[in-house]
């Protein structure tokens, strides 16, 4: 079986989409929901659905942790709720686990959506440091949990949680990419910045993250004004 968390904050607009997506699949799953005081009614309608729904405090690291920690899988998919899920993609995750029955986990291709050159340009970006062994949560991260164990489990960290987790699964042993079907995600968390001031942002969070600067400090900086104003003095 594979245990499905995701975890959420406020995602009532994308989480419908998700949960019945991931209802038509046919291969043994379970889907749990940890939501991090949510105020739109995400965890009502999770249950509604039949997700099991955990409370957690906010913080990705801590809910997917969370949720790790009471699933019954023998794989565990790590899944934002915004995510546009294929059809047959549990299935693929045990095919590509069974046709490598010495990879860890892995991850899927990553499309964003729309046709514009810029949804183009992110696909590509994605695709390119995929290659080097860095991927996210957006792109579904997967994991034996066996090899979670091995792992020690996901950090209960602010910011960078699923890179530091990827970072550890890579170290440890071989992982897989699904490439069809791909996950798509959307693109506009992105609207309005130019590609300069995207790879100057990714580069500079994680050379902050290399420098071991706080998880806490990490996700202030990524989401505050002060930091999206500075990268656009810079471009």
Not at 12 to 29: C, M, Q, S, V
Not at 67 to 83: K, M, N, Q, S, Y
Not at 165 to 180: N, Q
Request: hydrophobic residues 45%.
């Amino acid at each position: 079986m594979i245990s499905i968390v995701i975890p959420t904050l406020n995602e009532a607009g994308a989480l419908p989409g998700l949960l019945a997506a991931l209802a038509r699949e046919t291969t043994d799953h379970e889907v749990i929901v940890v939501d991090g005081g949510s105020t739109d009614g995400t965890a009502t309608l999770a249950r509604r659905a039949g997700a099991r729904v955990l409370e957690s405090r906010p913080g990705r690291g801590l809910q997917l942790k969370a949720g790790a920690a009471v699933a019954r899988g023998e794989v565990l998919f790590f899944l934002h709720a915004d995510t546009g899920f294929p059809a047959g993609g549990l299935a693929a995750i045990e095919d590509a686990l069974a046709r490598a029955p010495v990879a860890l986990g892995g991850n899927f291709r990553l499309i964003f959506d729309g046709d514009s050159e810029f949804a183009q340009w992110l696909t590509g970006f994605y695709a390119r440091i995929r290659a080097r062994g860095i991927y996210y949560g957006d792109s579904g991260i997967f994991v034996r949990r066996a090899a979670y164990r091995a792992l020690g489990s996901m950090p209960a960290r602010a910011l960078m949680e699923d890179y530091a987790f990827v970072r550890r699964m890579e170290t440890l042993g071989e992982t897989v990419c699904i490439e069809t079907p791909p996950l798509v995600t959307s693109s506009r968390r992105f609207a309005g910045r130019r590609k300069a001031r995207i790879v100057a942002g990714w580069l500079a969070i994680h050379t902050l993250y290399y420098l071991r600067v706080p998880g806490t400090l990490l996700a202030w900086l990524y989401n505050s004004r002060r930091r999206r104003y500075w990268f656009s003095a810079q471009s």
